[in-house]
C-alpha cells in the first residue's frame, strides 16, 4: 500500500506547485477549495499536472523539496516525461567547457582540466615591540584546498559542483 505522493500542480498563472501528502484526492481537493497553500490560494484553479507514489511519506517529502528546488525548465521536463534532458538541466553548462562524452571519445576517456595549485606566498608582517620599535618578521601563508566561498565566485561554484 502506497503512503505518500509527491505532486505538481500548475496553477491558474501558469506557476508550478510541488507539495507531498498521504491522501492525493483529499489535497488535491483542499487545493481547488482554497484550503491548501498560499500560493494555490491565491492561483485558483489548479490543475494536477504530475505525481509520484511512494512507500512512506518521509521519502514524499524528500522528493517535494528536491523537486522545489528545481527550475521551471527541469520541473516541465519531469512532467513532460522528459527524464533525458533531467541531468543536463541540472548543471549550469555555461561554466563548463564542453567535455567528448565517453561514447564518443575514441579512448573512452573524458577530458579532465586539471585543478591549480596554489603554492605559499612569502609575506613580511610588521609588528610592534613593546618599546614601540618596528620591526618584521617572515611568515608564509598555507596554501587553502578551495578559494574562499563567496557567493557568486565563478571558480569556488565551479570547483563546488565537481565535488
Not at 500542480?9 to 489535497?27: K, V
Not at 541540472?90 to 576517456?109: E, H, L
Not at 608582517?125 to 587553502?144: D, F, R
Request: charged content about 20%.
Amino acid at each position: 500500500m502506497k503512503n505518500g505522493w509527491m505532486y505538481i500542480l500548475e496553477c491558474s498563472d501558469g506557476s508550478y506547485y510541488a507539495g507531498s501528502t498521504n491522501n492525493l484526492e483529499l489535497r488535491l481537493l483542499q487545493h481547488q477549495n482554497g484550503e491548501g497553500a498560499n500560493h494555490t490560494k491565491k492561483h485558483l484553479p489548479v490543475k494536477l499536472v504530475y505525481f509520484e507514489e511512494f512507500q512512506r511519506i518521509d521519502e514524499a517529502f524528500n522528493r517535494e523539496k528536491q523537486v522545489q528546488g528545481w527550475n521551471r525548465k527541469k520541473k516541465e521536463a519531469l512532467i513532460n516525461g522528459e527524464f533525458d534532458k533531467l541531468t543536463h538541466l541540472s548543471r549550469n553548462y555555461t561554466q563548463y567547457p564542453p567535455v567528448a562524452s565517453a561514447s564518443s571519445s575514441t579512448n573512452n576517456a573524458a577530458v579532465v582540466e586539471p585543478v591549480a595549485v596554489v603554492e605559499p606566498v612569502e609575506t613580511t608582517m610588521a609588528s610592534t615591540s613593546p618599546n614601540n620599535v618596528a620591526s618584521t618578521s617572515s611568515a608564509t601563508e598555507e596554501p587553502h584546498p578551495l578559494p574562499e566561498l563567496v557567493e557568486g565566485n565563478t571558480t569556488t561554484n565551479s570547483i563546488l559542483k565537481m565535488i
